[in-house]
């Protein structure tokens, strides 16, 4: 699976959401006329199987993982997603139309799944995004999903037998109760809270992974919104709401898949490069300037610097005005493919800088270079000892 996710295909997708969304409203009367209520029940239950495939999709990817990296997230999807899944197809199975199953089907029992699946997915979802990276002690696969598999069962319990006590969310033909809206209000909360960190690392990391979950957030967040609108359970709102459910969970498949994957234990060389004292860089020329391909090295750290988010940088940006010297180097270096090697200052710091040219085809396609830090040279001489005055 591709991480083919920009920020303009974002906000393209946002858009094309919200725009259909207002079509809907404004061509409203139209659509209803045109639309035919008998056949939401097919409609409704291929929705719901893409859901339950797309969430056994994620508990199958987070098992296999979980062999390679033991942290306790994946540990918490699997619990989420073995529980949602469950309890939407209950959803599905006891919707109003479809066959008898235990009892009869109806808009009460279905309705308490969705909303017993949509508070369970979303309070644990924002956990999992907020919460920091934890290694599990021990493998917990088999107690999670059995302990998935029970809460599961004890929600269908208290949905069967005690249907006609639970509190009436959907009245048939008039619409959705203040229970049901406040429920699907809070719910839609959490999601929007949801999509605000997925942006926020987003902006921190500039890891487009995290607009694939933000975007999944977005369209359950719009889906929970549709569905405190809706006043027959077969309407045309309904099903959109549905639909941008699917969209909403192959989001997050695509955001936890390409997140993990970028998790898995990186080559002993990169772990070198992490670990090493200095800085290893590599830059290219775009548009009459430099922009940065890849910085790493522990040098980063002491400067309060993130390689993630220096990735594209321009290299002008990172060196203060007074380094034009430094700039000009790394003009020479790319316009003559020689070596050079300078002093620059960044943060306080006194930096050796080395650059050596890339050759591809016999032209110069990149600049790679190391850093080191120099302070104490410069201002103690090569034997530890303060420099003498001039």
């Known amino acids: 699976m591709k991480d083919t996710m920009t920020e303009g295909r974002f906000l393209m997708w946002v858009i094309a959401a919200i725009i259909l969304l207002m079509g809907i409203h404004v061509f409203h009367p139209q659509l209803v006329q045109s639309y035919n209520p008998i056949n939401y029940v097919s409609f409704h239950a291929i929705f719901e199987s893409i859901s339950i495939i797309i969430s056994l999709g994620i508990v199958l990817f987070s098992w296999k993982a979980f062999e390679r990296q033991r942290f306790v997230r994946l540990l918490m999807l699997l619990f989420i997603f073995s529980t949602v899944g469950m309890v939407d197809f209950l959803h599905t199975l006891t919707f109003k139309g479809m066959p008898h199953f235990l009892t009869e089907s109806s808009v009460a029992k279905a309705t308490c799944f969705w909303i017993f699946a949509r508070m369970v997915e979303s309070v644990l979802m924002l956990a999992v995004m907020i919460l920091p990276d934890k290694m599990a002690k021990r493998d917990l696969r088999v107690p999670v999903v059995a302990g998935a598999a029970l809460f599961g069962l004890a929600i269908t319990a208290v949905v069967f037998i005690f249907e006609k006590r639970l509190p009436v969310l959907v009245i048939e033909g008039q619409g959705t109760t203040p229970l049901k809206n406040g429920l699907e209000y809070f719910i839609s909360f959490l ?3 949801s999509l605000v960190v997925c942006l926020y690392y987003y902006y921190l990391e500039k890891r487009t992974t995290y607009l694939n979950l933000a975007l999944a957030f977005t369209f359950l967040f719009l ?5 405190t609108v809706y006043q027959s359970v077969f309407d045309i709102d309904n099903f959109i709401g549905h639909f941008f459910k699917v969209l909403g969970y192959y989001f997050i498949l695509k955001g936890v898949f390409l997140l993990i994957k970028k998790k898995e234990p990186e080559p002993k060389g990169n772990a ?12 290219t020329e775009k548009e009459g300037g430099f922009v940065i391909t890849f910085m790493d090295g522990g040098l980063l750290d002491e400067i309060g610097l993130r390689p993630a988010a220096l990735i594209g940088t321009a ?4 060196l203060p005005p007074s380094e034009g010297d430094a700039l000009d180097c790394c003009r020479e270096c790319w316009e003559t493919g020689t070596e050079q090697t300078f002093l620059a200052t960044f943060n306080k710091k006194h930096l050796a800088i080395s650059l050596a040219p890339i050759r591809k085809g016999g032209e110069v396609a990149e600049i790679a270079g190391t850093a080191i ?11 530890g000892r303060p420099k003498s005055p001039a």
């Open 191 to 193: 999601h929007f809270l």
């Open 223 to 227: 889906s929970e919104m549709i569905f």
């Open 272 to 283: 070198i490069v992490k670990q090493s004292p200095g800085a290893i860089f590599s830059f």
């Open 315 to 318: 290299v002008e940006d990172l």
């Open 373 to 383: 830090d120099v302070s104490n040279f410069v201002h103690y001489g090569t034997r």
